[in-house]
């Protein structure tokens, strides 16, 4: 029963690098989405998706692009890193039908020096 | 854009007290979740409040949902050290697309 599969759980990367963050769900459900979480900042929605083909962004967009081809799959793309964007990043998934509870990831935390 | 308001941020109390955590939201939803976070680790659901006056319990943690007033609240009886931990709330928008997060309350249970 795997739930959310992030990875990878640490990763270090220099200022200008870019990186792919993954994230897998075996529960069917039509959303997905990327927060980031910052002290005292609570979570902030990053970019979300409704299903396959289909993304929107959240609060916090910059420097972040995603693509949704499967059910299952959501990565998250840091296009140029920046120190603004050290963080832990949760991965989550959720459906409409029953509760619709959020489902999290492990989370990744990231250094960028 | 819907706004989540927790207070208090911090807590302290000691064992065998009770507190009660409060969370705020600014627009209309009828379902509203609250997390457990532990150092280090993700987020784990503890309660789904799917409708006004809904009411969950389990253990010595009970949450509550007012829809007219726009709060929650989660009830801690007889604290223990094992509660210590960081309690998020989270409401979601109306399409259920979007889910927003107070800032959570971290607790610490003091023998």
């Known amino acids: 029963n795997a739930g959310v599969t992030q990875t990878p759980k640490f990763q270090v990367l220099k200022t200008g690098q870019s990186m792919t963050l993954q994230c897998a769900q075996d529960m069917n459900h039509e959303y997905m989405s990327w927060y980031r979480q910052d002290p005292g900042m609570g979570l902030r929605l990053i970019h979300y998706?409704?299903?396959?083909?289909?993304?929107d962004q959240g609060e916090v967009p910059n420097g972040y692009n995603v693509s949704r081809s499967t059910t299952e799959d959501f990565p998250l793309r840091l296009l140029s890193a920046a120190p603004s964007q050290t963080s832990v990043y949760f991965c989550?998934?959720?459906?409409?039908?029953?509760?619709?509870?959020?489902?999290f990831g492990q989370g990744t935390r990231l250094t960028v020096v | 854009e819907l706004k989540v308001e927790q207070n208090p941020l911090f807590l302290s109390m000691q064992e065998g007290k009770n507190y009660t955590i409060y969370c705020n939201y600014s627009?209309?939803?009828?379902?509203l979740y609250w997390y457990r976070q532990d150092p280090g680790k993700s987020l784990e659901s503890l309660f789904v409040l799917l409708s006004n006056g809904a009411v969950k319990q389990e253990g010595r943690l009970m949450a509550s949902l007012d829809t007219k007033a726009r709060l929650s609240t989660l009830h801690i009886t007889a604290a223990v050290h094992d509660l210590s931990a960081t309690y998020f709330c989270a409401v979601a928008s109306v399409t259920g697309n979007q889910f927003y997060f107070g800032t959570g309350t971290s607790l610490t249970v003091i023998p």
């Open positions: 627009t209309t939803s009828d379902r």
């Open positions: 998706s409704v299903g396959a083909g289909i993304t």
């Open positions: 989550a998934s959720s459906s409409w039908t029953g509760a619709g509870e959020a489902f």
